[in-house]
């Protein structure tokens, strides 16, 4: 976890009638970090940030929000007069939160939108929207940012926009981001840390921050004669996580490269190949879902 832990879930649970929608979930964010939230359609994720942002109070277990000044939000789809422009849009809503005009023309600027803060929503792209929607949610200046799928109908550009400005918010105002989106490879490239959820239930926490990646590194160990390899290998304590053909894949660390090739040449078995295959995060997640 990045930073001083500013918001911590502990055991949180949700009910309606038969269906348990979240079961004894717990995580924890810290101070500027971004963090993606993952899971199928029906896992939680809707429901874990309506609970944080308070628009939710029927559920079981402790949200310690104490280390959290404020938290802005953005959920579902957001709405604004279409034929008011975007700087009437936000000084509106600053109104509604006593903000004043500078605030609005700050965020304008750091969302890159002060071209086209004075037309009109209606000629809005769907992206300018999108980045419109989380200026309103940056109003009151939180600490805490929950965004749920803010890329979503983005086209290419769109959805490059929005990652980099998210990007750019959390590193030069220091606003903790928990994020969910069904892009996977987005997140990959934006979040320090994913959390990933099945039926209710966190089952996988990753680091995805540069180079202290826990994301599963596998290295591909190619030999003809790969079923031996691959016992041996499992024999000494590695970890085997596949075997198809002629490559057998591993997961280890860098350093124990040279050790797994000294170990298999000591028992004669040839290598053709032993390179690094890192899984991505949208491998990870499909493996666990077929669990």
């Not at 009638?17 to 971004?34: P, T």
């Not at 939230?37 to 308070?54: E, H, R």
């Not at 579902?76 to 509106?92: A, I, V």
């Not at 990652?163 to 994020?179: D, G, S």
């Amino acid at each position: 976890m990045k930073g001083n832990r500013v918001l911590r879930v502990n055991n949180v649970s949700k009910r309606a009638k038969d269906f348990q929608i979240l079961n004894k979930v717990s995580f924890e964010l810290g101070s500027g970090e971004i963090v993606g939230l993952i899971g199928p359609n029906g896992a939680g994720k809707t429901s874990i940030m309506k609970i944080l942002v308070g628009l939710t109070r029927n559920y079981t277990g402790e949200v310690d929000l104490s280390g959290v000044r404020d938290i802005g939000c953005m959920i579902e789809t957001p709405s604004f007069y279409p034929y008011n422009t975007g700087y009437q849009n936000l000084m509106y809503f600053a109104g509604l939160n006593g903000v004043g005009k500078k605030k609005v023309e700050e965020l304008l600027e750091l969302l890159g939108l002060k071209d086209a803060a004075h037309k009109k929503v209606k000629a809005y792209s769907l992206g300018m929207r999108q980045r419109l929607g989380i200026a309103q949610a940056l109003l009151k200046d939180p600490d805490v940012l929950v965004l749920d799928e803010p890329t979503n109908g983005l086209d290419p550009e769109g959805i490059y926009e929005v990652r980099e400005y998210i990007r750019k918010i959390a590193e030069e105002k220091h606003i903790t981001v928990l994020i969910s989106s069904h892009l996977l490879g987005e997140l990959e490239k934006m979040c320090h840390r994913a959390i990933i959820i099945k039926n209710g239930e966190v089952i996988r926490f990753m680091d995805l921050d540069g180079d202290s990646r826990e994301k599963q590194i596998t290295y591909v160990v190619e030999s003809l004669d790969a079923e031996n390899a691959g016992n041996i290998l499992r024999d000494n304590g590695y970890d085997v996580a596949s075997r198809e053909g002629q490559a057998v894949r591993i997961r280890i660390g860098t350093s124990e490269k040279k050790d797994v090739a000294k170990l298999l040449a000591s028992h004669n078995v040839v290598l053709t190949g032993l390179y690094e295959d890192s899984e991505t995060l949208e491998d990870t997640f499909l493996e666990l879902m077929k669990e």
